[in-house]
């Protein structure tokens, strides 16, 4: 495990629904943005079908989500969220999908792109999150990259565009640490702008103090209280 100390000018965290950015990278983007990153956030699905209240409407839902997705970013500090509103549960791997991805990440040039670790193998893996991660892995290699991919794109802002590394949280084998020291408190209130998806959390409650915690395990060996962990890629140059 190493301490993974870069901090890019541009960074792009790439989610299949709302809430997951904010539990894969919310310190980290919070550390970020305080030293002057631009973070952005690219939504896949609406979040349409997550719920267990049986009076509520996936319209209901979408809205709701939307909000809170917003007020979550609101406490890390990103501005630009792209809503992709593919339907929540029914994220497929395809030529779409990786248009979409190609175009997000020809347009905002980031430096560091997260998203979710599609090669998890202990625990099960949301079928959204597995085909999201396949499809952002094959966008910065080769399509974004190479001009002959979507060549229909490339005009104006809009250029072949080469990503240099790229973090997968929910790993079973990460291989960096962020040291987020200062930015843990950020991951739980962000995290409770998403009142329907967790309601009552705080700081205060159980499942903040889970949150904490988990990052504390993170830190490992390293001398620092709080970190986050990754599994990263590099491009070869
Ligand atoms: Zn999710």
């Not at 020809?106 to 991660?133: A, C, Q």
């Not at 952002?136 to 104006?156: E, N, S």
């Not at 309601?199 to 001398?223: A, H, I, Q, T, V």
Request: charged content about 25%.
């Amino acid at each position: 495990m190493i301490e993974f100390k870069d901090i890019p000018k541009t960074a792009m965290v790439i989610f299949a629904h709302p809430d997951d950015a904010e539990i894969g990278t919310g310190a980290t983007t919070a550390k970020w943005v305080n030293s002057g990153c631009k973070v952005v956030y690219v939504l896949a699905t609406s979040g349409s079908s997550g719920s267990n209240d049986l009076s509520m409407t996936s319209e209901k839902i979408v809205d709701i989500r939307s909000r809170e997705q917003q007020d979550a970013g609101k406490v890390i500090g990103v501005e630009d969220i792209v809503s992709l509103n593919y339907t929540d549960g029914e994220l497929e791997s395809n030529r779409d999908l990786l248009s979409d991805l190609v175009f997000c990440i020809r347009k905002y040039k980031p430096e560091i792109v997260f998203t979710h670790d599609p090669f998890r193998m202990n625990n099960f893996l949301h079928r959204d999150h597995r085909n999201l991660g396949f499809s952002v892995m094959d966008a910065i290699y080769p399509y974004a990259r190479d001009h002959l991919h979507f060549p229909d794109q490339i005009k104006g802002n809009i250029q072949p565009y080469k990503v240099k590394k790229l973090l997968f949280w929910g790993s079973d084998k990460p291989n960096v640490t962020v040291n987020v020291t200062g930015f843990e408190n950020k991951k739980v209130e962000s995290l409770s702008m998403h009142k329907s998806q967790l309601p009552g959390l705080s700081l205060g409650s159980e499942y903040g103090k889970n949150l904490l915690n988990r990052l504390r395990d993170s830190s490992g060996n390293f001398s620092f209280e709080y970190g986050e962990s990754f599994r990263m890629i590099e491009a070869r140059s």
